[in-house]
Nanobody
Framework: QVQLVESGGGLVQPGGSLPLSCAAS????????MGWYRQAPGKQRELVTT???????WYADSVKGRFTISRDNAKNTVYLQMNSLKPEDTAVYYC???????????????WGQGTQVTVSS
């Protein structure tokens, strides 16, 4: 069994910063890629950023230059540092990872429980 547990989130003023983290645990053989999605009220879930095991990153245009994703492979943890936050960043943020378990070695997607980020004055 594989689990993703998120931490962080909360209320921040526009222009502020907020860190998120997500730790994977359980029967993990390897983690191919980790990332973050977000879903605002009334909108579809969208991909925000990803990072591979080798450290290659991708960002949605809407967050480039403001968000930074990083990863600690030894801890199976991914981090998201969000700076210069805007009201339109308000959403539930979900951690996602493609993980091969040590039971069948087949990469599958796993999701965190989601954490609310609200940007408001």
């Amino acid at each position: 069994q594989v689990q993703l547990v998120e931490s962080g989130g909360g209320l921040v003023q526009p222009g502020g910063s907020l860190p998120l983290s997500c730790a994977a645990s359980g029967s993990i053989f390897s983690i191919v890629v980790m990332g973050w999605y977000r879903q605002a009220p009334g909108k579809q879930r969208e991909l925000v950023t990803t990072i591979t095991s080798g450290g290659s990153t991708w960002y949605a245009d809407s967050v480039k230059g403001r968000f930074t994703i990083s990863r600690d492979n030894a801890k199976n943890t991914v981090y998201l540092q969000m700076n210069s936050l805007k009201p339109e960043d308000t959403a539930v943020y979900y951690c996602n990872a493609i993980i091969a378990s040590d039971s069948d070695y087949s990469p599958s997607p796993y999701w965190g429980q989601g954490t609310q980020v609200t940007v408001s004055s």
